[in-house]
């Protein structure tokens, strides 16, 4: 969640920048990404709530490799999203 929330700060100085400018169409394309970039945030919270709310942890054997490996797989998945959107965000520096 560390690396959205980083996301969103040059966003949000781009927007104010650009707003300064009367550069609204570009304005309208940050802030679309900034929503893009919530949704995974809302998501996450969401989660965390649910797993907050869940009865007592109920421990079990797992596979170390499958686990690593649907981490990973997570975590490609996840920077994979955040540099698209930092991609396009250049477009409106």
Do not use: C
Not at 3 to 17: I, M, V, Y
Not at 61 to 76: D, F, N, P, Q
Not at 78 to 85: I, P, Q
């Amino acid at each position: 969640m560390d690396e959205l929330l980083a996301a969103l700060l040059p966003l949000l100085d781009n927007a104010r920048a650009l707003l300064e400018q009367s550069r609204t169409e570009a304005v309208r394309g940050n802030l679309e990404l900034i929503s893009q970039l919530t949704e995974p945030m809302g998501r996450i919270t969401g989660q965390l709530k649910d797993f907050a709310r869940k009865s007592p942890l109920q421990l079990r054997l797992v596979s170390v490799r499958r686990a690593s490996e649907a981490l990973g797989m997570a975590k490609k998945t996840f920077y994979d999203k955040l540099h698209r959107l930092n991609l396009a965000a250049e477009d409106f520096r």
